[in-house]
């Protein structure tokens, strides 16, 4: 058995500072107050400040790294399904029976915890789909099932994947379109699209809907467990709060989908065809902080253009290659809730990139939001 060098961990170590925002949540839950707070103002804030203080990085690591020296990267993916399953039902429980917390405290102390199962959750949820390793697949259902968004493993990987920065790819945001009228459309399209991914998926296979291998069946029964788990620990009440992180850490994922692709499409080709994603489909940031807490995602034009890369790997890319975003995540999705300010910051951004990947294009009305120039099927 070959023994990992401690000098890989110590490299993988800035992204185990998600561990860090565990006790903060406790710590609301235990003292109430003003430090119900400390989660959303943590998590989102103070790395957005680090980033200032840091800068970017933009170093690239050998992308042909033997598997082995990327296990304590892996570690942190892997462990963090318990870590957040304890959180999560835990809280539940001790909320419900010590109830010393007002109700106020509970709302914002449970929309903290959807900061937590959506910014770490969902995203370590996605690079486990994204792996071969059947173990890895599983923690990411299990950790998508905890926030009521199972369906998100098929609609990643099966049509935002194949069909992102096309109107047939519902969480491209087009240009000019605002957040709250995007995340109301993939709340709608999203479910639908997913579910008739796997019916074509089971067809090709002579298989009817019904059939035991819909992963739909295996995305309900732990979806239920865990409404059913948030209510034997905290009654009716509980599940309010389980609800509450849900719909929390949803709002961020869509938020964060909202900001990697705004107003980029691929170029049309004709006959319903497109030209392959490419890494100036997605919106670059090479933030070092942001980057740590959220395993390199937002290193994601090299996630579309090699989407079987683990995240250590992620390379980054300059303004030649890839359009950057002027800050993190973090704030990017916080300007994203208000749209003048989105647009007076963003709409130049993308005209430019226009101007500089497709000067050929005049006419983008066929790019617009609602407008679908392929047929419907995956």
């Known amino acids: ?35 119900v707070f400390l989660l959303p103002l943590l998590g989102w804030w103070v790395f957005t400040g680090l980033d200032a203080a840091l800068g970017l990085n933009t170093e690239n690591p050998d992308p042909n790294t033997e598997e082995a020296q990327l296990f304590w990267y892996r570690v942190i993916t892997m462990m963090w399904f318990p870590v957040q399953a304890i959180t999560v039902f835990g809280l539940i429980w001790y909320v419900t029976h010590t109830g010393h917390l007002a109700a106020w405290e509970q709302i914002v102390l449970f929309f903290g915890v959807g900061v937590l199962t959506g910014t770490i959750g969902i995203v370590y949820a996605h690079e486990l789909l994204h792996q071969s390793n059947m173990s890895e697949r599983w923690l990411g259902d299990l950790l998508l099932a905890m926030v009521l968004y199972s369906h998100f493993r098929t609609e990643h990987l099966l049509v935002h994947h194949r069909h992102v920065g ?3 790819d519902a969480v491209t945001a087009r240009y000019n379109e605002n957040f709250h009228r995007f995340f109301l459309r993939v709340l709608q399209e999203c479910p639908r699209s997913a579910w008739q991914a796997e019916r074509i998926m089971l067809a090709r296979r002579k298989l009817p809907v019904t059939s035991l291998r819909n992963p739909f069946w295996r995305y309900g029964a732990l979806q239920l467990a865990a409404i059913v788990l948030a209510v034997v620990l905290g009654g009716w009440q509980g599940l309010a ?23 980029l499409t691929r170029k049309h080709l004709g006959d319903g065809k497109y030209e392959h994603v490419k890494p100036h489909h997605s919106w670059n940031a090479s933030h070092t902080a942001t980057n740590w807490l959220l395993i390199n995602l937002q290193r994601h034009s090299d996630h579309h253009y090699k989407p079987d890369r683990r995240f250590p790997l992620l390379q980054t890319y300059d303004e030649t290659e890839a359009p950057q975003l002027p800050y993190g995540y973090p704030l990017m999705a916080a300007l994203a809730t208000i749209p003048p300010v989105w647009r007076r910051m963003m709409n130049p951004r993308v005209r430019a990139w226009r101007r500089q990947y497709y000067p050929e294009i005049e006419d983008w009305s066929a790019y617009k939001a609602g407008t679908n120039p392929l047929p419907r099927h995956v």
Do not use: D
Request: aromatic letters at 16%; charged letters at 10%.
């Open 1 to 35: 058995m070959s023994i990992v060098p401690i000098a890989s961990f110590r490299r993988a170590a800035p992204f185990w500072m998600s561990l860090g925002l565990v006790p903060l949540a406790w710590i609301g839950a235990v003292f109430g107050g003003w430090t």
């Open 166 to 168: 096309t109107p047939r």
């Open 241 to 263: 709060l389980f609800l509450l992180q849900a719909i929390s850490a949803i709002w961020q994922l869509e938020l964060t989908n909202y900001v990697e692709h705004y107003g």
